[in-house]
């Protein structure tokens, strides 16, 4: 009688035990940000994404950031101490992080990390980015269509691929349906930084520019935009309150859905590491509401392309398309692979200047 | 009221006291400002002062510390000699940058071979970047007259055009998939600023600015041109009649500030920081002239002060992550501390008389 009585003792006493670590121990989600939470711009919609993680899981997830990490070693130093104070999980949100990233996750195996905008993986480290262009196609159309001087300016950060892609895929769908269009481009080598960014539209206003798109995260374009009474395009997050008549749209950063679906297989021990590039169909990429500035038929017409792109039936880069030298680059129907989309560093015909080297 | 009366002497007991009054002050003050926030303030100030060198994990943070003050130190000192000789060398993140790229190209023109030479040639390359560049307003000053004040932080937005082209040309790493940045010298053994000693955060640069603090200590108190920096700083006129010269005195204070400066960005992008990359520079070389002035322009001070603001540093970060306090709170803590140090310089320089002066 007295070994099974201690076995069943154990066995309570385990299940007990076990109970109250589920209900005590969170699981500890940590975040690292590159610039501001209140950015407005890119560290704001993943901190948008955190805030959901905590909304949606309660008590089950404890969540915790740091702000403004440079990168390099701070990066590695904030990583470690996450690591060390244990987190679970960690998204380390910018490019710049993905060598401390790796760093760190090889010191710490047990820990699970998410590189967002990287390509390094390990066993323990996820990467994941969004399929902006997707975005780009729709916002070039609204763009092409609404501009009246038939000039629509630019404002991008560094020429990496991700940024070319999305020049290349707004002017495409611009060109599509106004043929007259031009793409003026300004380089202003930075993602946030307003005073800059304010400089750049207004040199683009200047130049006769009457819609601004732009790939850096502030919101001084759209500001300068509704000064000076001319259109523009929300990025990263939606931007209304900066540009209430000049805001056509937006680009917003979803990271929600991703960040609960992670954060999700964490707690049921079934993370792994993945690659993920997802765009309109899952929410990364998500459209802000068309403004009633743009006529219903034009809106009709961009949300029918954002919804043939979301069900798969188009892809933004399907030929026939040429490089800018004129030589082909996709044939007649051809769509481009991820591959080539990863690398890209080369404009489309028809854009004007040279990407910067 | 209360009076000011200058000394005619700094005092000696407050100069050496008011830095520990600021240090108070600043507690007071910032755990207002955390109390304000909503924060616990002794628990925020423990995190900031007490959890890198004595917590759980302080073996990883004290490392850490060394790591973030090396470069700090290693700049400040270089600037003190200038400021001390009325020299305002405020471009030291240019020199900084230029430093880096030069090391950092020194030793990737070799990749992937693995020579002895390699590092050595890399400070050296490190140290000439950074001199050319200060030397430009030295130059300019010495021959045109120009400020090298305005000069040196021009310059600073000069070299962050290079770095940002090299970053995309250059420099590039031609396995690195289009994105721009350098190889990661951290994986090129030979180019390499890895810990000396595994686990104690002491790599090159920490080794420099020990040595630089003494090199600069001796040149101060034994050699014949600090005495020169000194006299020039105190006394200019007196200084001429010395028989020192001028220029000659600008153009070496900021070379040396220069390579300096210069050599603890070829530290960095050889070690902690790994690349040369757009965003590689983060200040570091404007954090040093708060760390030359908060040293009081003694290189035992600028010691003590690296060490002070990277503690502050690395217990920020580990406040922002386990108390969730912003890290505009942190910055404006560290400003607290910058501050409180000025202000109570008033302190050593002037006595303080309660009641109305006699003569008007």
């Known amino acids: 009688m007295k070994p099974l009585k201690s076995i069943l003792t154990c066995a309570a006493v385990a299940l007990g035990l076990a109970a109250t670590t589920a209900a005590a121990e969170p699981a500890k989600v940590g975040f690292v940000y590159v610039g501001p939470v209140g950015d407005f711009g890119w560290s704001y919609e993943h901190d948008q994404g955190r805030l959901a993680v905590e909304e949606h899981f309660g008590d089950a997830v404890e969540t915790t950031f740091v702000e403004s990490v440079p990168e390099g070693a701070d990066a590695e130093r904030v990583l470690t101490q996450m690591a060390l104070s244990g987190h679970d999980l960690i998204f380390t949100t910018s490019f710049g992080y993905m060598d401390p990233t790796i760093n760190v996750a090889a010191k710490f195996p047990n820990v699970h990390f998410e590189h967002a905008t990287g390509y390094k993986n390990a066993d323990n480290v996820s990467t994941y980015s969004a399929r902006f262009y997707e975005g780009r196609a729709v916002i070039g159309t609204i763009a092409g269509r609404m501009t009246e001087s038939n000039k629509v300016g630019y404002i991008a950060s560094f020429p990496i691929p991700e940024v070319i892609r999305g020049i290349n895929s707004a002017y495409i769908h611009a060109k599509k349906v106004n043929p007259d269009v031009e793409f003026k481009i300004v380089w202003v080598y930075t993602w946030f930084d307003p005073s800059k960014e304010a400089d750049a539209a207004t040199a683009l206003i200047e130049q006769g520019v009457d819609v601004i798109m732009q790939h850096t995260d502030s919101p001084a374009a759209m500001t300068i935009a509704e000064e000076r009474g001319i259109m523009a395009f929300g990025q990263a997050s939606d931007m209304l309150q900066f540009g209430p008549t000049a805001r056509l749209s937006s680009i917003i950063d979803n990271w929600e859905p991703y960040y609960i679906a992670r954060v999700q297989a964490q707690i049921d021990g079934t993370w792994e590491s993945v690659s993920t590039w997802d765009g309109i169909a899952p929410g990364m990429v998500k459209i802000g509401a068309f403004s009633d500035r743009i006529p219903a038929d034009i809106q009709a017409e961009a949300q029918a392309l954002a919804d043939s792109i979301a069900a798969g039936d188009y892809h933004p880069f399907t030929g026939p398309l040429n490089k800018q030298d004129g030589s082909v680059w996709l044939a007649d129907g051809e769509v481009a692979d991820d591959g080539t989309l990863a690398g890209m560093n080369f404009y489309v015909e028809g854009i004007e200047g040279d990407v910067p080297n | ?360």
């Open chain 2, 1 to 360: 009221m209360f009076r000011l009366e200058k000394r005619p002497q700094p005092s000696q007991f407050w100069t050496l006291l008011t830095p520990i009054i600021a240090v108070v002050a600043t507690m007071i003050a910032g755990g207002l400002l955390f109390a304000l926030l909503g924060k616990a303030p002794i628990e925020a100030i423990r995190t900031i002062f007490w959890d890198p060198l004595f917590s759980e994990f302080a073996w990883y943070y004290r490392p850490q510390i060394l790591i973030k003050a090396a470069p700090l130190i290693l700049i400040g000192i270089g600037l003190s000699l200038g400021f001390r000789a009325g020299v305002w060398n405020i471009g030291a993140e240019g020199q900084f940058i230029l430093g880096a790229i030069f090391g950092a190209g020194a030793g990737l023109a070799f990749y992937p071979a693995d020579y002895w030479f390699i590092f050595p040639l890399m400070v050296i390359a490190g140290a000439f970047g950074g001199m050319l560049w200060a030397l430009i307003p030295a130059l300019l000053k010495t021959r045109f007259g120009t400020n090298e004040i305005l000069v040196s932080l021009m310059l600073v937005y000069v070299a962050e055009h290079i770095l940002s082209s090299v970053s995309f040309g250059l420099l590039k790493n031609p396995e690195g998939h289009g994105f721009p940045g350098s190889r990661n010298l951290q994986q090129y053994e030979a180019a390499s600023n890895a810990e000396i000693i595994a686990g104690t955060g002491i790599h090159w640069g920490v080794i420099a600015a020990l040595l630089a603090v003494i090199a600069a200590y001796v040149l101060l108190n034994r050699h014949i041109i600090g005495y020169q920096i000194r006299l020039t700083g105190q006394a200019p006129r007196a200084a001429r009649f010395a028989g020192v010269r001028p220029n000659l005195l600008i153009i070496f204070c900021m070379g040396l500030s220069g390579a300096l400066a210069g050599v603890a960005g070829m530290f960095e992008v050889a070690g902690p920081m790994g690349q040369i990359s757009v965003d590689f520079n983060q200040g570091l070389g404007f954090t040093a002239i708060i760390v030359a002035f908060l040293g009081r322009l003694h290189p035992v001070g600028i010691l003590f002060a690296g060490m002070l603001l990277a503690l502050t540093s690395v217990g920020g970060d580990i406040a922002q992550s386990n108390l969730g306090l912003p890290a505009a709170s942190i910055k404006a803590f560290q400003g607290m501390l910058l501050f409180f140090i000025l202000a109570s310089d008033v302190l050593s320089n002037f006595r303080v008389r309660i009641g109305t002066a006699e003569t008007a």
